[in-house]
DNA sequence: TTGTAAGCGTTATCAG
DNA sequence: CTGATAACGCTTACAA
């Protein structure tokens, strides 16, 4: 195939009788060039529909103007939502975006680091994978000097800017909100012991409980690592639940991919929510809507996260001086009451009206 | 902020004193090196972890080593598995992806190339948005000499490679399906006239009401653009739909984003499904099987559709002669029958058994 | 076998 | 005000 070939300076200089650095003057608004000549060149860069070379730029600068995304799964929701959210700040600022995934994956998310690395990306967003105990690879980045923002799911003790939601706050509210709906015996089922954003949500859980004097049960709470089984190890842990002693009344889970497969395997088992168990799940489906039983949900407002997750890292891209004091900025998430969470729910009624 | 200087050629070179091309040839496994010299670069390299500079390669090469990818949204499951099969060809050979969205707008998507030609991508995959009728765009990539493939929503007369599925045989099927159910009276609902893929559907769909002897009322088919306003929208086809003299029973969606808000349309509107309105969807949404009624589907394979397509154009671009003939692949869907497109459904079965 | 130097498209520094 | 030239990091023809 014969590849297509870009104007450059030179062509243009070559056709208007003048030399590259007139035609670079012109271009950049630099001093030192006749209104005339850079009307000139300006009219005719206009006609040609000039692009300079980005990558000549790039080199020249030793800096790619694209930044490094790594999530677990884009085809999540919550994700692509956040996604949409960097991709129109950094378009805006004049940045690429590269989205990677790391499946939930250690190894992966460490692959997709030397990745964009080689890349030249100029700056790394990420939420870390469930998997991802040793944070290494991201103290190394800090070392060589190329930022990183983590949203979402962020290290513990890491110095760096951090965009997160309340996940405590957040816990709480859909705890509560149970508790308050008549449930006492609720379950958890969150992602891995290791994320800071589980922990969080296990501290909100247990204080809603706590505030309402119920005693927390180890028991109710169980572990998903959503990788690439997760059918069967959602299907254990419904299993395990339900054959609990003390079975729980409902259910407050913890992620978006992790309700859908929850639902999925009750609804197997004949589970009807909200009547045998009540639900609510920590998610930003567009689809809560429409599912069998409407599921009431803490949202999470995934697009702001993206855009102020790409503002900080391009601000700290662009900065002069090193950073010296790191954001985190705190979210808040909403709590949306549908039929999933209802002790006395519509849905009942619906179907008792409908067979008379 | 100190900006992150990657060790170079030249760097080395000084370390183990040797030049620059000397290195480059260990690297390059040039001709002309001794094993030994090669030796001492390749371990040390190994050990410092050196990358070659991606800018100055693709300067020289004059390619970005990297594709252009245009969809209408990306928070679209059947577009983000795609993505995932495009990604995980481009990345095993060496390529970035640029996703863009177009969100069904024509001057978005024109933007969007634009946007991609001045980053220099090496060739463009496209799924064009509902509202383009006029592909002067893409025309003008191929004098350029970009290649261009397109998939899922191609141009009916361009002369390019296309991934798509078999819209004619998919629709017919739900079609189809629906009519053996004892569903006389389908509606068909879909994006855009303008667009082949829906062309091709709603042939499908004349063609197995034609083989049932069902007259084809024009009436029963709705156009949606799905832009911003979809809300709108379908909430007007509902409307027009449910009022028609001659009420549909059934409904065949087009597409993954018309098949969630027609059905939340409805459910506002107390219509269950199957019992008042049978539907089948033109989608890949995992969540389907948890709706309120498990959703009947076509679905398309959204993976290998995204893996031809990157194939297919990564083809084309290290293609040293200018492609003669080009090709059409055509994948086939599936039919998933679920319950809502079922005569005596299960779940009013269910809700019968719970109501004694 | 190795080193030198030109060139990819820009911008910046210097001379004219 | 304008033009020549070096530099960014890499590959490669050519010279040593």
Redesign the interface.
């Known amino acids: 195939?014969?590849?297509?070939?870009?104007t450059t300076q030179r062509d243009i200089a070559n056709v208007l009788g003048l030399s590259v650095s007139t035609v670079s003057r012109a271009l950049n608004d630099f001093y030192g060039i006749s209104a005339e000549t850079k009307k000139l060149v300006l009219d005719y860069i206009n006609e040609i529909e000039y692009?300079p070379?980005?990558?000549?730029l790039?080199?020249r600068d030793?800096?790619?103007y694209s930044i490094g995304v790594i999530v677990s799964e884009?085809?999540n929701?919550y994700f692509?939502?956040i996604?949409?959210g960097i991709?129109s700040v950094a378009?805006k600022k004049g940045y690429?975006?590269?989205?990677?995934?790391s499946h939930e994956c250690f190894q992966q998310e460490n692959t997709n680091i030397k990745?964009l690395?080689?890349?030249?990306v100029d700056g790394i967003l990420v939420s870390i994978s469930s998997e991802t105990t040793d944070f290494s690879g991201f103290y190394s980045l800090k070392e060589?000097?190329?930022?990183v923002v983590f949203f979402d799911r962020a290290p513990r003790d890491i110095d760096a800017h951090k965009i997160i939601v309340d996940n405590f706050e957040g816990a709480y509210k859909a705890t509560e909100h149970l508790i308050k709906q008549g449930f006492y015996k609720i379950a958890h089922i969150t992602n891995s012991s290791d994320l800071l954003i589980e922990e969080e949500r296990i501290e909100g859980y247990k204080a809603a409980l706590s505030t309402y004097n119920i005693d927390y049960n180890p028991e109710y709470v169980f572990y998903c690592q959503c990788r690439k089984n997760i059918r069967e190890e959602t299907e254990a842990i419904v299993n395990q639940l339900l054959h609990l002693d003390n079975r729980p009344d409902g259910i407050f889970s913890a992620s978006d991919k992790l309700s859908?497969e929850i639902?999925?395997a009750l609804?197997k088992r004949n589970i009807?929510i909200p009547?045998d168990m009540a639900f609510v799940g920590f998610t930003n489906?567009?689809?809560a809507?429409?599912?069998?039983?409407?599921l009431t949900t803490i949202s999470q407002p995934a697009l702001e996260i993206g855009e102020a997750a790409a503002k900080l890292l391009i601000g700290?891209?662009?900065?002069?001086?090193?950073?010296s004091q790191y954001k985190t900025k705190i979210f808040e998430t909403e709590l949306t009451i549908r039929e999933s969470s209802l002790k006395c729910s519509k849905s009942e009624f619906v179907?008792?009206s409908?067979?008379q």
Do not use: W
């Open positions: 195939m014969k590849r297509f070939k870009p692009y070379n980005p990558m000549a790039k080199l030793c800096r790619s884009i085809a929701s692509s939502q996604i949409n991709e378009y690429n975006v590269f989205v990677t995934q990745q690395i080689s890349h030249s060589k000097g190329i930022p859908t639902l999925i609804k009807t009547k489906m567009a689809e809507d429409i599912f069998e039983c409407p700290q891209i662009e900065s002069k001086s090193t950073i179907s008792e409908l067979n």
